[in-house]
């Protein structure tokens, strides 16, 4: 489904849209969620609570959007979170260079390409501004994307909104270690915003100054990174691998990854299964799927290791999770800046050491925007044309639609009394009495709500309800008093709509 049908809905809808859109001029790339795009965006950020942080026991944190200067020196943030920018001299508009790059030759520019190099293919292919097609450039410079605040009275204490929200996992893991008797590998996960001054923010969520990150960050000891107790649960499931000689992903299983070493260690494939195992959990089929190994000028140079897990558009390969293998980088710098011993003791072991990370750092407002944007179907039926969106229960805004067909003869009461009763057993219920059957469908399909009830005059006489699929569109007569139960069965697939 193209990107403009999603945007449109989106804003047809309300499920997001911009920012003080009522005031002119406000700066782009800060997105709003309305009432059913932050139901979908909160069940996404559960279901990786549920799948991920829970299943795996990892401890969850909600740490500071705000840290003092002196974090992000130790992070190396200051010093190099920048991207390449070049000013267009005709209009004035301003790029990231390494983009107009990419967008002129199809390629992947290296994130550590000098701005001179940066200059040189500028003028190498004939780049031109996408905005007046000028052709004349500034010199390429660098852009520090940090977002400063000044606090206090006087704004001596300079802060900064974080870029990413690992800083305080690796902030409280010496804390976390120390009092919640854990023992390594310890992953810490954290959801939140984060704040980027990037330079030119586009496609909706996908590039955004404020967005969501789910990350978690694995401390362990690196001498025990193929001690993996869970490993055999995914030696045999198959990732989409793409590594740096192939020029398209093939499936292959961890056991074999790990074995051939395309993948360094089994700690590192465990987690990349799990990932892949969670985003197919939000509707991302695996065959739209691949986790690109990054050369050595592409990644973080902090980075032993790392993967880039993308899903396929019909804007391109979007990055959803960034995986990376950190060392000792994070720890060894907070250690150094603030003073503090953040060394460990393993039990059973003497000698202290720096934990190493490998962390998953996702993107919530990319995966949401990328899962509504492949579940977004259009069908024909006859001469009606329909709109559906095709997700997961799960991350579906409301589980079920309760409809009464009339307000009249008892129907609008019943409705009420079963929207309560599933309410009461923590079900989501959307609740609509306006309007024709079939637009109310309708309103729910385009949404992505998986299930519909409709109370009617067989109800008032012996307690049946139709339950409506939204996919199949088939409907089946089934008991009011069943429908908790089997509600929570379809939401769980426990049970398949076609088996009731
Ligand atoms: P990109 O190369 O696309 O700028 P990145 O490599 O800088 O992304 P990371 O710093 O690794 O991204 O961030 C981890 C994840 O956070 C990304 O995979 C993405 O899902 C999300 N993310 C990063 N920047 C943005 C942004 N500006 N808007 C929305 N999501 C973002």
């Known amino acids: 489904m193209p990107k403009e049908d999603l945007v449109n809905l989106a804003l047809r809808r309300s499920l997001f849209y911009s920012a003080a859109e009522i005031y002119a001029g406000s700066p782009s ?99 031109q501004c996408p ?154 089929p695996i065959e739209k799927m691949r986790f690109r190994q990054l050369a050595d000028d592409e990644k973080a140079f902090y980075s032993r290791e790392s993967w880039d897990f993308e899903v396929e558009t019909e804007l391109g390969w979007v990055e959803l999770i960034a995986c990376n293998y950190r060392t000792d980088y994070d720890l060894a710098g907070h250690a150094k800046e603030s003073k503090q011993d953040l060394k460990v003791k393993e039990e059973g072991c003497e000698e202290a050491f720096i934990p190493h990370v490998f962390e998953l750092s996702a993107g919530i407002d990319r995966t949401l925007f990328v899962a509504l944007s492949l579940a977004l179907k259009t069908e024909k039926r006859g001469p009606e044309e329909r709109t559906f969106m095709e997700l997961p229960p799960r991350i579906a805004p409301y589980l079920v639609g309760v409809f009464p067909l009339m307000k009249k003869d008892g129907m609008l009461e019943k409705a009420q009394e079963i929207e309560e009763e599933l309410v009461s057993y923590g079900l989501d219920v959307f609740f609509d009495e306006v309007g024709s059957i079939g637009k109310r469908y309708a309103r729910v399909d385009e949404v992505g709500v998986p299930f519909a009830v409709t109370v009617d005059y067989d109800t008032m006489k012996d307690g049946t309800v139709t339950l409506r699929e939204r996919d199949s569109m088939e409907q089946k007569r089934v008991k009011a008093a069943e429908l908790p139960l089997l509600l929570w069965k379809l939401q769980n697939n426990k049970i398949k709509f076609k088996d009731i």
């Open 29 to 127: 790339g800060f997105w709003e969620f309305g009432p059913v795009g932050e139901k979908i965006r909160r069940k996404i950020i559960d279901l990786w609570r549920k799948e991920l942080v829970e299943r795996e026991g990892f401890l969850e944190i909600f740490g500071a959007q705000i840290l003092p200067e002196a974090v992000f020196k130790a992070s190396g943030h200051l010093a190099s979170f920048a991207d390449p920018i070049v000013q267009c001299k005709k209009c004035n508009a301003t790029h990231r260079a390494d983009q107009l790059i990419a967008e002129k030759t199809n390629g992947i520019v290296p994130e550590s390409m000098s701005t001179e190099e940066l200059a040189k293919l500028i003028k190498q292919h004939d780049v």
């Open 131 to 284: 905005k007046c097609k000028g052709k004349d450039f500034t010199e390429v410079r660098k852009f520090n994307m940090m977002m400063k605040v000044d606090i206090g009275a006087t704004g001596q204490q300079p802060c900064y909104l974080r870029p990413e929200t690992c800083q305080s996992i690796f902030l409280d893991f010496p804390r976390l270690f120390k009092t919640m008797r854990v023992q390594l590998p310890l992953g810490i996960a954290q959801s939140g915003s984060s704040f980027r001054n990037e330079i030119a923010p586009r496609n909706t969520l996908l590039r955004a100054r404020e967005f969501g990150q789910m990350e978690i960050e694995v401390f362990f000891n690196p001498k025990k990174i193929n001690e993996v107790p869970r490993f055999s649960e995914v030696e045999n499931y198959k990732l989409n691998l793409q590594t740096l000689k192939d020029k398209s992903p093939r499936a292959m299983n961890c056991k074999e990854a790990v074995e051939k070493k395309i993948i360094s260690a089994k700690l590192i494939a465990y987690y990349l299964a799990r990932a892949q195992q969670c985003w197919h959990a939000f509707g991302i």
